[in-house]
């Protein structure tokens, strides 16, 4: 039996098993709302105790070019609906409308940074291109030049007496500073790793996971037999399980009860055995294998669905009677 780690869920008529390493992007996503939740005032350049983390959601918000985005659904939506994966998912499994919202963020993301003004890097301020070091006056008419990124450039620091803020923050070229609201995003010094490198990675993690199915259902087994693994144990479960014309269908139940089968990650294999564990909601990845708890009742009638979808020549040759009439508990 494949090995398995001990994240179980009830779903459906099935118990779901993750196979291999547990998801990580609930813990990434809890990190980085942790980092940017303790990042306040003067570490983020801002008066007040407000975070970075709420900066985000406030300012950080793009407008799609050519969508019906406003400017009103951007990352400020999309974050409360990673919020409620987060809340939701705690037992580890996931699903596609997850993985959905997901690229939603990652879209949003990808716009803002390709935007040329939303862009957190190119934020503009102006500010005058002669001043007096010491006290930030400057003569009346000056020229304004713009600074892009954050307000704390070295003007505003001089007629304001602030020592926060980093010099990487602001810059005279647009798509070149890294204030704390793109490094949120896209990662550095404050942040260790930006949102969009988590979500980026997540939806591949969530699409990529693999899960066994332990199914309960009482359903007849009769379509499972469409998968190859398990028609092929099938057959070699009742060859071995005869004695003379007779089958024991003890032997066949006890060779095929708990057993785990391979299933083809195709969709019609997936959607088959959705369908037979009456899992409604799309998992994300993909069920790598399945096994049934069958009953004697069960079994018989798996066998009897084998032999009325098995050719009348194998039939003839594997019995000189009615099958139904030589099947033995």
């Given at each position: 039996m494949p090995k398995v780690n001990k994240n179980l869920i009830k779903i459906g008529d099935a118990?779901?098993?993750s196979k291999g390493t547990t998801i990580q992007f609930l813990q990434r996503y809890k990190k980085w709302t942790d980092e940017c939740s303790r990042l306040t005032g003067a570490s983020i350049g801002v008066k007040g105790s407000t975070s970075l983390l709420n900066s985000v959601k406030n300012h950080a918000i793009p407008v799609r070019p050519n969508s019906k985005?406003?400017?009103?659904?951007?990352?400020?939506?999309?974050?409360?609906?990673?919020?409620?994966i987060a809340l939701k998912r705690k037992n580890g499994i996931f699903y596609e409308d997850d993985i959905d919202a997901l690229e939603v963020l990652e879209g949003d993301i990808k716009d803002l940074e390709d935007h040329p003004t939303l862009n957190p890097q190119n934020i503009m301020f102006s500010i005058p291109?002669?001043?007096n070091k010491k006290t930030g006056s400057y003569p009346k008419g000056v020229k304004m030049v713009p600074v892009y990124g954050h307000y704390l450039d070295d003007y505003f620091k001089t007629k304001h007496?602030?020592?926060?803020?980093d010099k990487s923050w602001v810059n005279s070229q647009p798509d070149t500073a890294t204030p704390p609201i793109y490094q949120a995003l896209f990662g550095g010094t404050l942040v260790t790793e930006g949102l969009l490198t988590i979500i980026e990675d997540s939806i591949v993690e969530l699409d990529g996971a693999e899960y066994q199915l332990v199914i309960n259902s009482a359903k007849p087994a009769k379509y499972l037999q469409k998968i190859p693994s398990f028609r092929s144990a099938l057959s070699s479960a009742l060859k071995s399980s005869r004695d003379?014309?007779?089958v024991s269908v003890s032997k066949v139940m006890s060779?095929?009860?708990?057993?785990f089968f391979d299933a083809k990650t195709d969709a019609k294999t997936q959607k088959l055995l959705s369908n037979y564990a009456s899992i409604k909601e799309g998992i994300a990845g993909d069920f790598t294998s399945f096994s049934l708890n069958l009953t004697t009742a069960k079994t018989k009638k798996i066998i009897t669905d084998y032999y009325n979808t098995t050719s009348?020549?194998?039939?003839?040759?594997?019995?000189t009677k009615s099958w139904k009439d030589i099947l033995v508990v």
């Open positions: 118990t779901l098993q985005n406003d400017g009103t659904t951007g990352s400020f939506l999309s974050l409360k609906n990673i919020d409620r291109s002669r001043y007496g602030r020592k926060d803020g003379g014309d007779s060779k095929l009860n708990g057993k009348t020549a194998t039939k003839r040759r594997t019995f």
